[in-house]
């Protein structure tokens, strides 16, 4: 069983900056891939940023130049800072990865979400 645990999420004034994390566990095998997207009320969910293991970095339009993705291969993590945040970055962001556990096909799995609120 493969868990992604989000931390990080909270309020910030606008020009803010905030950093997430997200941390993998249980019986992995490979992450083909992990990253970030989220959500706002209304909206449909959104690529934040992720990363391919071996591979590129992608970014959403919607933060570039704003956010950058880091990853802990070795802690199976993730960490998103994001700066200049303004209030059209509040939404759920919820942790996604590609991952091989066990003798099973890659599988995608998403954590449970936190919230960030950026009040103007």
């Known amino acids: 069983q493969v868990q992604l645990v989000e931390s990080g999420g909270g309020l910030v004034q606008s020009g803010g900056s905030l950093g997430l994390s997200c941390v993998a566990s249980?019986?992995?095998?490979?992450?083909?891939?992990i990253g970030w997207y989220r959500q706002a009320p209304g909206k449909q969910r959104e690529l934040v940023a992720t990363s391919f293991t071996g591979g590129d970095t992608y970014y959403g339009d919607s933060v570039k130049g704003r956010v950058t993705l880091s990853r802990d291969n070795a802690k199976n993590m993730a960490y998103l800072q994001m700066n200049s945040l303004t209030p059209e970055d509040t939404a759920v962001y919820y942790c996604?990865?590609?991952?091989?556990?066990?003798?099973?096909?890659?599988?995608?799995?998403w954590g449970q979400g936190t919230q960030v609120t950026v009040s103007s």
């Open positions: 996604n990865a590609l991952i091989k556990s066990g003798n099973s096909r890659p599988d995608t799995y």
């Open positions: 249980g019986s992995i095998l490979i992450i083909y891939s």
